[in-house]
């Protein structure tokens, strides 16, 4: 008895030091590769890595890892030339199959996500132009609320306004609902459902070129295609898949 309880004691003592090594090997690993995205993607700010499944050891000889989310920030989007933060990003990647050199490594399956704050969204809108939430309501429909100044809108879209039509105008305010659309998979496209009529032949249609604008979600893996958007009180939230989805570091 006295034998065996000294062979347990030594198999959990073994078995500690296993699991203590896994885990200072799998921090290592997750260190390392939250500087390789950063240095790869040209990031302000480290992003955070973590690294699922056990035991770490016996993935890295099979070169597979189960699990790896990756959440960053210093991502951007661009909107006529203009860029603006994306608040939040993060990819669940699934089934990473790494090569001999651990160089690089592709996932089976990548799940992505941004979300981009009203307060950025009314920096990446046209000059004059704020965003914000429109209520449940209209958030339901994939609506947001656009409001600004008549003439800044224009003058900030780079059409000339006449003084005869900026004394019509005043200080009258454009307040419209845009609905919030995908195209290509990384581009978000906002388009106002009303506009009011203006008296002079062909500002209408400059007016929804001021207020209709695209943004481009840049930093997300090529191969994630954006898919689906979300109206919610915070800002919008996008999320998309990949597969077979290739990362380089």
């Given at each position: 008895m006295r034998a065996l309880r000294i062979l347990l004691?030594?198999?959990?003592?073994?078995?500690?030091?296993?699991?203590?090594?896994?885990?200072?090997?799998?921090?290592?690993?997750?260190?390392?590769?939250?500087?390789?995205?950063?240095?790869?993607?040209?990031?302000?700010?480290?992003?955070?890595?973590?690294?699922?499944?056990?035991p770490f050891l016996t993935q890295v000889l099979g070169r597979e890892l189960d699990e790896v989310d990756v959440s960053l920030s210093g991502i951007t989007a661009t909107a006529g030339g203009r860029e603006v933060?994306?608040?939040?990003?993060?990819?669940?990647?699934r089934q990473v199959r790494v090569d001999g050199?651990?160089?690089?490594?592709?996932?089976?399956?990548?799940?992505?996500?941004?979300?981009?704050?009203?307060?950025?969204?009314s920096e990446a809108a046209p000059r004059g132009a704020a965003v914000a939430y429109a209520g449940p309501e209209r958030a339901a429909k994939g609506q947001v609320k656009v409001t600004g100044p008549l003439t800044g809108l224009l003058e900030g879209a780079g059409v000339p306004v006449p003084d005869t039509l900026k004394a019509?105008?005043?200080?009258?305010?454009?307040?419209?609902?845009?609905?919030?659309?995908?195209?290509?998979?990384?581009t978000v496209r906002l388009k106002a459902q009303e506009l009011p009529r203006l008296p002079v032949p062909g500002f209408d249609d400059k007016l929804r070129e001021a207020v209709d604008y695209d943004l481009k979600i840049d930093g997300l893996p090529s191969s994630i295609t954006l898919d689906k958007v979300a109206v919610t009180d915070e800002g919008l939230r996008f999320s998309g898949t990949g597969k077979d989805v290739a990362l380089t570091g």
């Open positions: 004691i030594v198999g959990v003592i073994l078995g500690g030091l296993f699991v203590a090594a896994d885990r200072l090997a799998v921090n290592l690993a997750e260190s390392e590769a939250a500087d390789r995205i950063k240095s790869s993607q040209g990031l302000s700010t480290t992003p955070e890595v973590s690294i699922g499944g056990f933060n994306v608040t939040e990003v993060k990819a669940e990647l050199s651990f160089s690089s490594a592709t996932a089976g399956r990548a799940d992505g996500s941004a979300r981009i704050s009203y307060a950025d969204l019509l105008l005043g200080d009258r305010q454009v307040s419209t609902y845009s609905t919030v659309g995908l195209s290509d998979g990384t």
